[in-house]
């Protein structure tokens, strides 16, 4: 593996006959080198040097130092910052929230979810677990426009109880004109626990896990 300085091993290379093949890129080490050693072996007063390409140098030096230091501060403030908002997201453990999305969280043989339609209509939800199998059909009837709320007793079609936990759903939803009309859902959920990966605050309930920037209002 090639690397920007010359070791004694690669002398020794070099002495034998190897050929070493050259190059056409600088990382930023190699660029400092070179600048460096052109600053040092230059006579400013010299006739034959020229006094602008000297200022340059110059002026190409310090702009990489002012770089250098600038990209550390930004590492440093986007550590304390990302710090920061972790710190935030771990104060809404227990804090209630209402999280872009659908489905049913079944605890205690209780479930919910918010439904907003455009327009009236006849609306049918349909619940799966987590194999894909339905496990039950809630006709819900004729809904008026506006906000609704969906409620599921955790049973199954035969009347067991289902264990708690996240069931997925499917909404159906039928226009007065027998066109399908546009809705949106969204949770309320209570958040009981934070973990960050891959870069992003993930907030969790029960079995939910959702992106911090899913939440549309948050209550105590």
């Not at 809630?138 to 426009?145: A, D, E, R």
Request: proline share 3%.
């Amino acid at each position: 593996m090639e690397t920007g300085m010359i070791s004694a091993t690669t002398a020794a290379t070099a002495t034998t006959g190897s050929a070493k093949t050259p190059s056409n890129t600088i990382d930023k080490n190699g660029f400092l080198q070179l600048l460096v050693a052109q600053l040092k072996n230059q006579d400013p007063t010299s006739a034959s040097q020229d006094p602008n390409a000297m200022v340059q140098q110059l002026t190409s030096f310090s702009s990489l130092e002012q770089a250098q230091q600038t990209n550390t501060l930004l590492q440093g403030l986007q550590t304390q910052t990302a710090g920061l908002f972790q710190a935030q997201a771990a104060g809404l453990v227990g804090k209630t929230v209402q999280v872009d999305g659908s489905g049913f969280n079944l605890k205690a043989g209780a479930a919910s979810m918010n439904l907003n339609l455009s327009a009236p209509a006849t609306v049918s939800v349909t619940v799966t677990d987590a194999n894909g199998q339905v496990v039950r059909v809630l006709p819900q009837g004729h809904l008026n426009s506006g906000a609704s709320t969906l409620a599921w007793d955790g049973r199954d079609s035969n009347g067991n109880a289902l264990p708690d936990g996240p069931y997925k759903v499917s909404i159906t939803a039928t226009g007065d004109d027998g066109k399908a009309a546009a809705f949106t859902t969204n949770l309320t959920l209570k958040v009981d626990g934070v973990s960050f990966k891959d870069g992003g605050i993930y907030l969790t309930s029960g079995g939910y896990s959702f992106a911090l920037a899913n939440v549309l209002s948050i209550s105590a």
